[in-house]
T-cell receptor, first 109, second 117 residues
Framework: AQRVTQPEKLLSVFKGAPVELKCNYS??????LFWYVQYSRQRLQLLLR??SRESIKGFTADLNKGETSFHLKKPFAQEEDSAMYYC???????????FGKGTMLLVSP | GAVVSQHPSRVICKSGTSVKIECRSL??????MFWYRQFPKQSLMLMAT?????????EQGVEKDKFLINHASLTLSTLTVTSAHPEDSSFYIC?????????????FGEGSRLTVL
């Protein structure tokens, strides 16, 4: 069974502070990991995926197979980063996507 | 990117009635669509996988007769909540992958908020 754990429901930081949203997963094979974001009153959208190793809006995430983690990081948070962030896992072949419970990020001025 | 559209975005109905929610892929064909349910301040829970031209695959604990899914064409899947009750009130979201991208990215609809009185 595949499982995604996001231990923090809410993360509140000040503008300019570093941010790390934690994600741990459980999967027996080689997973595909994603971060999705939902801004207020908008639909869920892809932020980044581990396979592309890209940085989107200053966010990065590294897959650590030893720790089974895929934490999302940004060195300097901005107010517009305030949103709900979901870590998600898919098995090989892009089967069904399993979501974590999400972490609400609030960035205060 | 690809666009998935849902209709209606909000619906209010009386207990015991049935409600149909449509999910369309606007600029791509989707042989598979996914239906999720989201409770307030909780994660998305996969309800079922809709397969074009065949029966949907339901997740454990999801009542097939309660949540009827039909995927009649490559661009349309419908979710019908039959004999709705207040506990069915929720946010229903559909999603699909664009086979042309081959990235695994899911494109989400805007969601449909169902309120059963």
């Amino acid at each position: 069974a595949q499982r995604v754990t996001q231990p923090e429901k809410l993360l509140s930081v000040f503008k300019g502070a570093p941010v790390e949203l934690k994600c741990n997963y459980s999967y027996s094979g080689s997973p595909e990991l994603f971060w999705y974001v939902q801004y207020s009153r908008q639909r869920l959208q892809l932020l980044l995926r581990h396979i592309s190793r890209e940085s989107i809006k200053g966010f990065t995430a590294d897959l650590n197979k030893g720790e089974t983690s895929f934490h999302l990081k940004k060195p300097f948070a901005q107010e517009e980063d305030s949103a709900m962030y979901y870590c998600a896992l898919s098995g090989r072949g892009y089967s069904t996507l399993t979501f974590g419970k999400g972490t609400m990020l609030l960035v205060s001025p | 990117g690809a666009v998935v559209s849902q209709h209606p975005s909000r619906v209010i109905c009386k207990s015991g009635t049935s409600v149909k929610i449509e999910c369309r892929s606007l600029d791509f064909q989707a042989t598979t669509m996914f239906w999720y349910r989201q409770f307030p301040k909780q994660s998305l829970m996969l309800m079922a996988t809709s397969n074009e031209g065949s029966k949907a695959t339901y997740e454990q604990g999801v009542e097939k007769d309660k949540f009827l899914i039909n995927h009649a064409s490559l661009t349309l899947s419908t979710l019908t909540v039959t004999s709705a009750h207040p506990e069915d009130s929720s946010f229903y979201i559909c999603s699909a992958r664009d086979p042309g991208t081959n990235t695994g990215e899911l494109f989400f609809g805007e969601g449909s908020r169902l309120t059963v009185l």
